[in-house]
């Protein structure tokens, strides 16, 4: 069959009909995700990246509304879209109770993909679904994704730091990214550069805002993300400077494998020991 000329899933050159790998930036054209080298050598699509992080936010949500009605928590119509604090702990919530409690330190990485309600998804995910393929655009896709975890585990750690006890959401890797746009739109300098850095400081400005006024909000979370994106954004460099490599494709890898491992064991523990029981 004849291939078709394609935008690369690294670079977002056009590749060819007649190649086999990217010109530009090496990359193959139909590496597979589940493939390390998929990682490594940058056939990840940021797009593809982006869906799939959505997609396991909504399948943990899922699951853990069915954990709470096999705790017999399905009164109503609210608390059937709202999973139990039980059930939200058992699959990994953060704060000192399950850090200090239980040694739970794994759960600075899956609270990140916890949700207490239909309305706290879908906002994250809204946010997350606007902000990602930007981060992707200037940092790439594997920095992207390591921003987002380490950033996520930066925020729950200042939140534990500050005694926070029970704490979920993506809102502090979501932040995470946030904060390596202000180190982008700082950094880079220039018209486009003051214009992402105006643009995000507003989104900062409003996130205080919000944490202010709304009860609930956990402020610490976010702070620590932005921080942490800010670092990390540095550490790691964007695209103008220098090129995604191996390395921080590697780096990915290694969060994606540790992310999928700890919320998987967590799910096989539930699942092998009966839900909701």
């Known amino acids: 069959m004849t291939q078709k000329a394609m935008l690369c899933p690294r670079c977002r050159q056009l590749i060819g009909s007649e190649e086999s790998v990217c010109s530009w930036c090496g990359a193959q054209r139909s590496s597979a995700w589940w493939r390390p080298t ?10 593809w990246l982006v869906k799939a992080i959505i997609t396991v936010n909504i399948i943990i949500y899922a699951f853990s509304i069915i954990l709470s009605m096999g705790r017999g ?56 679904r606007q902000i990602a393929p930007w981060v992707t655009q200037e940092y790439g896709p594997g920095r992207m994704f390591v921003i987002y975890t380490l950033g996520g585990v930066c925020g729950y750690l200042v939140s534990y730091l500050a005694g926070v006890p029970f704490t979920i959401g993506a809102s502090g890797a979501i932040c995470s990214l946030i904060g390596s746009l202000l180190y982008y739109g700082r950094s880079r ?8 850095f105006r643009e ?11 944490g202010f006024i709304m009860p609930g909000i956990n402020n610490w979370a976010h702070g620590g993300g932005i921080i942490g994106g800010i670092v990390l954004g540095l550490l790691l460099g964007y695209d103008e ?6 390395l921080h494709r590697l780096l990915a890898l290694l969060c994606a494998a540790t992310t999928v491992g700890v919320l ?10 009966g839900i909701g029981h």
């Open 38 to 47: 998929a990682w490594v050598q940058g056939g990840v699509d940021g797009a």
């Open 73 to 128: 928590n399905a009164a109503g119509l609210l608390t059937m879209l709202s999973p139990d604090q039980m059930s939200l702990m058992l699959l990994g919530a953060t704060g000192t109770e399950p850090i200090d409690g239980y040694n739970g330190y794994w759960t600075v990485i899956t609270a990140n993909y916890l949700h207490g309600g239909i309305l706290h998804l879908i906002f994250n995910l809204m946010a997350l």
């Open 189 to 196: 300098g220039g018209v486009y550069g003051a214009t992402v």
């Open 200 to 210: 995000v400081s507003g989104w900062v400005l409003g996130l205080a805002l919000f």
């Open 241 to 246: 400077r220098s090129k995604e490599n191996a």
């Open 264 to 273: 998987g064991w967590r799910i096989f523990v539930l699942v092998a020991r």
